[in-house]
């Protein structure tokens, strides 16, 4: 018998932006998908008219695009087992509901919501778990036609058999349910559209999904999809769930954390290649123990069942560290690309796109984040701010040092980065041998008069970005 193809799908609701944990769960399905020569699908799932948005679903697809995961088949490009949003799949669900009322794994119940809540009621005062008391299991042809006439629309249930279901999770190992616990559960609503486990058994079912990865919070729907393939006569898929990811204080992840969304993170400025990396270790381990790798080395070292069953905490301290890495080794023209745009607010024309690619290179050193350029190149593009370095320009050191550095700084050769360097070190020492003043000291008083600033880039490169007009200027000012 050939085995099956391993094909595997992300399945997001448009409810909200594409949340960091729904892109870890997109990550493992390509990489899985990747390793094993399978495919990879994106299907949208958006039974919930209510709460999804053309908007959310857009931010979808361009939030999976800019971390790189492009699937096989979607709603975009379509594929043989579309479409590939469930709006757009209304039509086929009816068809297997009814499937299983013809087999007897199904019925019509036609309770109202508020019969419902009395039961959940009694349940509640019983101190017993909620199950459907299957009032309508044996309504009689005669009763339902009578119920109908009256305008009363059902929804469908599924007859749960009472047994101890077992399946083995790749990820949790051999899981067991008692079914009898779960009762008969809906499939169809009233309103005719499907409930989630329902339709997302049909939708994996006829796109062949062979591997459902997802996280643990979808354990508990685990046996009731189970049930509904068994009934429906498919092959169940192998299920992998993977631990949650949880905050630095061990809470569910929101946004009173930070960032939770991959877009925004992308607007804090973070890259994706660092920020899918990052994600990558929230439950699986590289078997060499280095961490900073491309999704290619994460796809050829991906172990399914060696990803961890705990939660992962997602720690903004280490993405911070990681993206600074990634930061600090980035093409400089790519990284000038991605940086410009968090310059708007400065007139970045003022300056050749050569001497913008130095004013990255010479200010990403320090920085975590691509915002943080808004302040560390600032006094590139504005004449600085003096609040911060005041008392500093006002004493006797930097006066000295000030009044000879415009003088001597006039016959400086901008041309020449040697003998710039050559220029400042010289100074330096004059200092030193003459009044004492450490090195150190003296470069402060000059730095703070040129970028309001008592930190920074580099000196040199800093005289030679601006230019010998703009620094003269800028002494000149100095009261």
């Not at 039961?119 to 459907?132: D, G, Q, S």
């Not at 309504?139 to 036609?145: F, G, R, S, V, W």
């Not at 899981?175 to 339709?199: V, W």
């Not at 899918?276 to 796809?299: H, M, Q, R, T, Y």
């Amino acid at each position: 018998m050939t085995e099956q193809k391993t094909r595997v799908r992300i399945a997001p609701s448009p409810s909200g932006n594409l949340h960091i944990g729904t892109a870890r769960t997109a990550l493992f399905n390509y990489l899985f998908a990747k390793k094993t020569k399978g495919d990879y699908v994106l299907r949208i799932e958006d039974t919930d008219l209510d709460r999804s948005s053309e908007a959310y679903k857009q931010n979808i697809f361009d939030s999976l695009k800019a971390l790189g995961l492009s699937w096989d088949e979607g709603p975009d490009i379509g594929g043989q087992y579309g479409p590939y949003k469930q709006s757009e799949r209304f039509d086929i669900y009816p068809k297997y509901a009814q499937m299983l009322i013809d087999k007897g794994y199904a019925y019509e119940c036609f309770c109202s919501n508020e019969d419902l809540d009395k039961e959940h009621e009694i349940a509640n005062e019983k101190k017993i778990p909620y199950k459907y008391s299957r009032k309508c299991l044996n309504l009689t042809p005669e009763q339902k036609a009578e119920l109908k006439a009256k305008g009363i629309k059902p929804s469908i249930r599924f007859k749960v058999d009472y047994k101890e279901l077992v399946f083995c999770d790749l990820v949790k190992g051999e899981l067991k349910f008692d079914t009898s616990l779960i009762g008969d559960f809906a499939i169809m609503k009233s309103n005719g559209t499907p409930t989630y486990n329902f339709a997302v058994v049909v939708d994996d079912m006829l796109m062949k999904i062979s591997h459902v990865i997802r996280g643990e919070d979808h354990i508990s729907n685990t046996p009731k999809q189970i049930l509904i393939y068994e009934a429906l006569g498919a092959q169940v898929p192998k299920f992998a769930h993977l631990g949650m990811i949880l905050a630095p204080d061990r809470s569910k992840l929101s946004k009173r954390h930070g960032a939770t969304a991959v877009s925004d993170f992308i607007k804090e400025g973070y890259l994706t290649e660092a920020l899918l990396n990052f994600v990558a270790l929230l439950g699986w381990s590289p078997s060499d123990g280095v961490e900073i790798k491309n999704v290619d080395e994460i796809a050829a070292d991906f172990r399914i069942k060696e990803l961890s069953s705990s939660n992962s905490v997602f720690e903004y301290d280490k993405l911070n560290w990681m993206n600074g890495q990634y930061i600090k080794k980035m093409d400089i023209k790519k990284l000038t690309d991605l940086a410009l745009p968090f310059l708007k607010e400065y007139d970045t024309s003022l300056y050749s796109r050569e001497k913008l690619e130095k004013i990255i290179e010479v200010t990403r050193e320090p920085i975590t984040v691509l915002k943080d350029l808004v302040f560390d190149t600032q006094y590139f593009f504005e004449k600085p701010d003096y609040s911060e370095v005041q008392e500093l320009l006002n004493s006797e050191l930097s006066k000295k040092v000030l009044e000879k550095f415009k003088g001597d700084i006039k016959d400086y050769d901008f041309n020449n980065t040697q003998e710039l360097h050559d220029k400042l070190a010289d100074f330096r020492a004059y200092f030193k041998e003459n009044y004492g003043y450490k090195p150190k000291e003296t470069m402060w008083a000059i730095r703070a008069a040129i970028t309001g600033r008592t930190r920074g880039a580099d000196m040199v490169e800093i005289l030679l970005i601006l230019g010998k007009q703009e620094v003269i200027e800028r002494l000149e000012g100095i009261s």
